[in-house]
């Protein structure tokens, strides 16, 4: 999922961002922490995805599996009438296999922004083909202290080449530990489209990680997504033949 998203927190991360370079290194730090929160060498976990919308709720239980920055899998448990379903990154190609009708199907890249099993997620949130620091400009936008904890934004722009359907994503992150609060996304005219916020940190694979996402559409704020990690392993030995369209299909 989000797949999600490997962190050595180093002192001078938070160097004062007195000149453009120390700023420039400090936001890059903290964005390359956000991306890789739930990334190891090689990572394996479950999840529970908790879709409500205005007219229905429904909940999914995902395996998954992630090696490096571009190779995911993802397979769901339950229920019944989705068991199977599976998702599957290998460079940049994305493919689904549909149990029902025994058919593996190959989403073009127009397809990255799509909603994922009817969840507030795209296919790009779980595979997380883009990353801040390499398809994004970015600046520390604002520090200030919110609710009693010290905070900073970063605000992160696409960049022109890059296939990226946001115009403009803000990264909120508490300075004490540098753990992600919210990310909010903006569409191309600048309008909030969503937010992510990052809940109930807990101990997950040996590091301190947010348990659960919640996304959160704009334009329909009693609805939302949520993901809780049951448990991650990371830096474990896959089977190459894990991300491979034969395991796709079993």
Known sequence: ??????FVLIAFFFLSPTTQASEALSAKAILDRVDDLFRGDASHGRMTMTIHTEHWERALTLDFWGQGKDKSFIRIL????????ATLRNGTDLWNFL?????????????????????HFSNDDLVKES???????????RE????NLEIVEITCIPKPEAAIVWGKVVVKIKRKDLMPLVTSYFDEDLNLARTMRFEEVALLGGKMLPSKLIIVPAD?????????YEKIEFNKNFNADIFSLRNLQR
């Open 144 to 147: 200030a202290t919110e609710n």
């Open 220 to 228: 329909k704020p009693n609805e939302s997504t949520a993901v809780k």
């Open 131 to 141: 990353r801040f620091s390499e398809d994004y400009t970015f600046e520390i936008s």
């Open 1 to 6: 999922m989000k797949i999600f998203f490997k």
């Open 78 to 85: 339950a229920p019944q009438k989705e068991k199977g379903t």
């Open 99 to 119: 149990p029902k009708v025994n058919r593996v199907v190959k989403l073009p890249s127009s397809m990255m922004s799509a909603s994922w099993m009817g969840s």
